[in-house]
């Protein structure tokens, strides 16, 4: 049964680093067959995707973040990261991790099947 | 960047009754389309995929349907634990994007 769980402080000042962890178990994040991902949830902007990564260390962000996003991932501790800068209260949410699933028989769905519970990251002073 | 809107942005239902949602992208996504059900203080989970495919476990209630910017959510029967606010989300190009969602609640 898989299992994610994001770690991280729920209360971030304003123009720092967010960072976060999602901790992964149940399967292997090299499994080879799946993204990473990160996607966040505020009441202003709806659900977003914020980027993925794959067990190679290849990652894909959302060009409205790039330039403060960035993902990684460690395969020896089954985990993955994002980190956030420059933060302002936009950017106060929800943020979840989820895996991201390529193919179902051979045929490319790209589904967020499993999620984690979400972790409030509040940006304030 | 791939716009998805959804209609209604919110419904008033019965247990028992037939809802429909509807889901439209702004460009053609050649039937990469997912929904979710999501639950107050809950993750989304996956309802469908690939527009009419049910992951193991969702009720046959469920189905969905649509091709090319026009996708449908059908809950045939609902049931108490369906209330609930349901996305869309296209799976075609990065970014990848999400409807703004539509709440069913009861009526």
């Known amino acids: 049964q898989l299992h994610l769980q994001e770690s991280g402080p729920g209360l971030v000042k304003p123009s720092e680093t967010l960072s976060l962890t999602c901790i992964v178990s149940?399967?292997?994040?090299?499994?080879?067959?799946?993204?990473w991902d990160w996607i966040r949830q505020s009441p202003g902007k709806g659900l977003e995707w914020i980027g993925s990564?794959?067990?190679?260390?290849?990652?894909y962000y959302n060009p409205s973040l790039m330039n403060r996003v960035s993902i990684s991932i460690d395969t020896s501790k089954d985990e993955f990261s994002l980190n956030l800068n420059s933060v302002t209260a936009a950017d106060t949410a929800i943020y979840y991790c989820?895996?991201?699933?390529?193919?179902?028989?051979?045929?490319?769905?790209?589904?967020?099947?499993?999620w984690g519970q979400g972790t409030l990251v509040t940006v304030s002073s | 960047d791939i716009l998805m809107t959804q209609s209604p942005s919110s419904l008033s239902a019965s247990v028992g009754d037939r809802v429909t949602i509807t889901c439209r992208s702004s460009?053609?996504?050649?039937?990469?389309l997912n929904w979710f059900q999501q639950k107050p203080g809950k993750a989304p989970e996956a309802l469908i995929y690939?527009?009419?495919s049910l992951p193991s476990g969702v009720p046959s209630r469920f189905s969905g349907g649509g091709s090319g910017t026009e996708f449908t959510l059908t809950i045939s029967n609902l049931q108490p634990e369906d209330f609930a606010t349901y996305y869309c989300?296209?799976?075609?190009?990065?970014?990848?994007?999400f409807g703004p969602g539509t709440k069913v609640d009861m009526k």
């Open positions: 989300q296209q799976s075609y190009s990065r970014p990848l994007t």
């Open positions: 990564i794959f067990y190679t260390g290849t990652a």
């Open positions: 460009q053609s996504i050649s039937g990469y």
């Open positions: 149940g399967d292997s994040v090299s499994s080879g067959n799946d993204y």
């Open positions: 690939a527009t009419s």
């Open positions: 989820a895996r991201r699933t390529q193919k179902i028989f051979g045929v490319v769905i790209n589904l967020f099947d499993s």
